[in-house]
């Protein structure tokens, strides 16, 4: 039986009425992604048409998903809100703070004895207020909510980017920070800007090499990183339903990568098996009574261009393996011969060290399988394997069920590591070296979702490239980046020219999954005596204090760094060793910025401060500003904040003193973290005025006591040499969002209206 299935039947009752009424209203058929839309509005039944890309809509979604590292700062902002328990449907997962090292068991232990802290805080918050908590161990928090959480036609949220997996089983799941998170465990609307649509109609059918993987490196390859902000991409077409419900999981988690709000496709009979084989039935034979509503119309998919902002065609008999890298997830190369040209001109290293199989996106026993049908032919044919092996299964379902069906043993065979049920080198949690900064120049290979310098294990000279498990195994197999499976021999043992075979898989265990267990602890149904304790000399753990508003006269502020090229969130607020910080907002402030490169040097963490003239790191200078009371500007470029939705990027420079961040554009979740936390997000009106930034400006706020929606601000940038420039500014600031600028975050907001 599922969690929480009289919530769905709910879902399900109202469903009809709703997306009828949204119809009625629009007059045309209508998307999955409006379908799934109109009938969670905050306010029930449709009563008006919303305009896509511009209206702010208050959203009802059904359920929330937290990881332990950006749990710890939404749990603590929620102990503010003055609830006794959350208002909705809500899990904790622990699974970012294992670090990748010696293996699962070792890894595992080693991770409770470092981190015992904050587990035991995670617990203890989720059984006070009612969330359910997946211990460490029990699994990556996307493949554990695609198997026990996910259901199609449902609206959910999570503190991660990647919440979009949920996706595959016709979701629309949404990556925010953790104060919109917060709003939502209060009872509150949730606001989304109305997406606009993107619709990729998906012809023929995966064959041979090609898999579901390909498919989104080949969206990102045509969308890039930024081509999808703002809007829902909706998959449909025959290829589309031949497709398994995991592989559909795994284009909706990449999604991501495209800036993508979030990525679904319409329910079908692989999402039917999927429910019934992770033992949910009861949701599929509800999701069966109504399955029309739980799909885009017909209509809409034979004539896409008339419903959909923007129509891509992909037809899957044509798609070769693709290998999307380095140091972007958008930078597709064809397998083989185009790659080795590449890799000539740009002088990557051709000789891979590494194949890393799992992460959230892959690590369904599907992917499992397939990647083992390689490895399985290593063994057969007498190859040695050239790069080293790290597996992460998604779950403790997934490990139990591959472990009991030999499929992990295949691996073994062949001297892999096998690393805990968590996310490990995917972000950052790989101790691969002991002084990363200074590790030499190679490439890996990996079936992961993101891909920045850095990323895997701290490397700046490590080259990642991304690719599907099948061909991560070949890759890793032959030693060599440019390898092709489909036409390339390799030399066995004994000296002979062997061939790989096309891999083979199942969808589903064919002995169904099963599980000792699975991790999970469901919280008491009355935790109003559980205790929390946050010790004050914690290194772990830090309890909020309310941000002061910035107020409405904002003179004389100075600039911190002018960022250069591309700044995510990973160059904002780093992960891997700074995990262990994530609960402890001033600590892990001393991370602010110190990945990004500073236009005027092009340094990283080297910035001038305009009090001494003299240089220091970014946080070190942004913390004397603070001591003298001034405040900072941040200028960035476009798409400034990408990739994961960690609203550190946020809480930390606003903690430091950063009063405004303007750049030539924004990361939809990054801006909406800025703006919750009562800073200033802003846009360039004239990007090139980006240009105009030097680096001792002042920035004087001209007419922010006007601050109103859709209305420009004037910043007047003060040079060294007194020189005077004066930028209009862009916002997409509405009244709700003004308000929250004002009281100082969303959070002093809450906790004023629930006084």
Not at 15 to 44: F, M
Not at 265 to 276: A, C, Q
Not at 579 to 593: P, S, V, W
Request: charged residues 25%.
């Amino acid at each position: 039986m599922a969690f929480d299935i009289n919530m769905i039947k709910k879902v399900y009752a109202n469903v009809v009425e709703r997306v009828d009424a949204a119809q009625k209203i629009t007059g045309k058929p209508l998307t999955l992604a409006e379908k799934i839309l109109y009938s969670h509005l905050w306010n029930g039944n449709p009563s008006k048409v919303f305009t896509r890309g511009k209206d702010y809509v208050d959203f009802a979604p059904d359920r929330i998903a937290l990881q332990d590292a950006t749990a710890q700062m939404a749990l603590l902002q929620f102990m503010q809100a003055g609830k006794s328990k959350v208002a909705v449907p809500t899990t904790t997962h622990c699974d970012h703070l294992i670090q990748a090292k010696n293996g699962a068991s070792t890894d595992l232990q080693s991770a409770l004895n470092t981190s015992n802290e904050v587990f035991n805080f995670l617990e203890s918050v989720s059984n006070k207020y009612g969330l359910g908590f997946w211990k460490p161990g029990a699994g990556i928090i996307h493949q554990v909510v695609l198997e026990n959480y996910a259901f199609p036609g449902g609206m959910m949220i999570g503190t991660d980017s990647h919440t979009v997996n949920a996706g595959g089983l016709g979701m629309v799941a949404i990556g925010v920070g953790g104060a919109d998170a917060v709003d939502v465990m209060a009872g509150m609307p949730w606001e989304l800007k109305f997406p606009k649509l993107i619709g990729v109609k998906l012809t023929g059918k995966l064959s041979g090499w090609t898999a579901p993987k390909d498919v989104i490196l080949k969206v990102a390859d045509i969308l890039t990183v930024k081509g999808g902000t703002g809007a829902i991409v909706e998959y449909f077409g025959p290829g589309a339903t031949s497709m398994s419900c995991t592989g559909k999981g795994t284009i909706c988690n990449m999604g991501a990568e495209i800036g993508a709000t979030t990525s679904t496709f319409g329910y079908d009979d692989s999402m039917e098996r999927y429910l019934r084989a992770t033992d949910r039935d009861d949701v599929a034979d509800a999701a069966n009574q109504v399955k029309d509503y739980l799909t885009g119309d017909a209509e809409v998919y034979e004539n896409p261009e008339n419903y959909f902002d923007q129509v891509i065609e992909i037809n899957l008999s044509e798609l070769s393996p693709l290998l999307n890298g380095p140091f972007t997830p958008d930078l597709s190369t064809a397998a083989g011969l185009e790659m080795t040209k590449k890799a000539n001109e740009n002088d990557w290293p051709l000789k891979v060290e590494w194949g890393l199989i799992g992460s959230c996106t892959n690590s369904s026993y599907e992917d499992l399988s397939r990647a083992s049908s390689i490895a399985q032919q290593a063994i057969d044919k007498n190859l040695k394997t050239k790069a080293d092996f790290g597996i992460n299964p998604g779950s403790e379902k997934v490990r139990y069920t591959a472990d009991r069906d030999g499929i992990l043993g295949v691996f073994e065979k062949l001297d892999a590591t096998i690393f805990t049920n968590a996310c490990g080198p995917c972000i950052g949690q790989w101790a691969r070296y002991s002084d990363p900064k200074n590790a030499p120049k190679n490439s890996i290979i990996h079936s992961f979702n993101r891909n920045f310098a850095k990323r895997a294990d701290g490397n700046p000279n490590t080259h990642a490239f991304v690719a599907s498990p099948e061909m991560v195994a070949a890759v890793a197999i032959a030693g060599r980046l440019d390898f092709n499976p489909m036409t390339d021999k390799l030399i066995n043992e004994n000296g002979e020219e062997v061939m790989l075979d096309e891999p083979t898989g199942w969808e589903l265990p064919p002995k169904g999954f099963e599980v000792k267990d699975d991790g999970f602890l469901a919280p008491e149904e009355d935790g109003s005596h559980v205790e929390i304790a946050v010790k004050d000399d914690s290194e772990r753990l830090q309890l909020l204090e309310p941000f002061t508003p910035l107020g409405s006269e904002i003179k004389g502020a100075k600039l911190l760094i002018k960022a250069f090229g591309k700044c995510t969130t990973d160059h904002i607020s780093m992960a891997g060793p700074w995990l262990r910080f994530r609960g402890h907002l001033d600590n892990i402030a001393n991370n602010t910025l110190i990945g990004a490169v500073n236009a005027f040097n092009k340094k990283t963490n080297f910035v001038k401060n305009q009090l001494t003239g003299e240089y220091g790191g970014v946080p070190d200078v942004q913390r004397e500003y603070k001591k003298e009371g001034v405040k900072t500007v941040v200028v960035g470029d476009h798409n400034y904040g990408e990739g994961s939705s960690r609203e550190h990027a946020a809480m930390q420079p606003r903690h430091l003193g950063v009063a405004a961040v303007i750049v030539k554009s924004f990361a939809r979740i990054h801006e909406t973290n800025l703006k919750k936390q009562g800073m200033l997000g802003l846009t360039f009106a004239n990007e090139a005025d980006y240009d105009l930034i030097q680096e001792n400006d002042t920035f004087n706020f001209l007419d922010l006591h006007e601050f109103a929606p859709e209305k420009p601000l004037t910043i007047e940038v003060v040079h060294a040499d007194g020189s005077k420039d004066i930028i209009k500014v862009n916002h997409t600031y509405n009244d709700a969002q003004i308000a929250w600028y004002k009281e100082g975050s969303a959070l002093n907001l809450i906790k004023k209206q629930n006084a």
